[in-house]
């Protein structure tokens, strides 16, 4: 008898490229993918100085709404090209501003 199929059966974690594709063409932003990289790695350094490990760093990365732009994560921000605003924004929060 073949196994029967479910609505959970099929499903499988999302990576960061899947979640890439969710977003419209129109706020996609090509960036070389060693400079993205390379923005993503500066990003997560300054958010583990505050932070205290990666690990947390990469968490509120992903996960973390930004007040300042629409409740986006710093994640979404960087895969609309916008590298430089969550930078500053990094930058801002750890000289004690505000959100």
Known sequence: MPKKSTPF???RRQ????LVDLQPDHKRVRVP??????????????IKAWTGSY????AW?????????DNLTA?????????????AYIERIADGGYA
């Open 9 to 11: 059966s099929k499903k």
């Open 15 to 18: 990576t960061r490229s899947d």
């Open 33 to 46: 993918a060693d400079l993205e990289i390379e923005a993503e790695a500066e990003i997560l350094e300054l």
């Open 55 to 58: 690990v947390q760093a990469v």
């Open 61 to 69: 990365y992903d996960t973390e709404p930004l007040p300042s732009f």
């Open 75 to 87: 994640a979404e921000l960087m895969r609309q090209g916008r590298a430089d605003a969550v930078k």
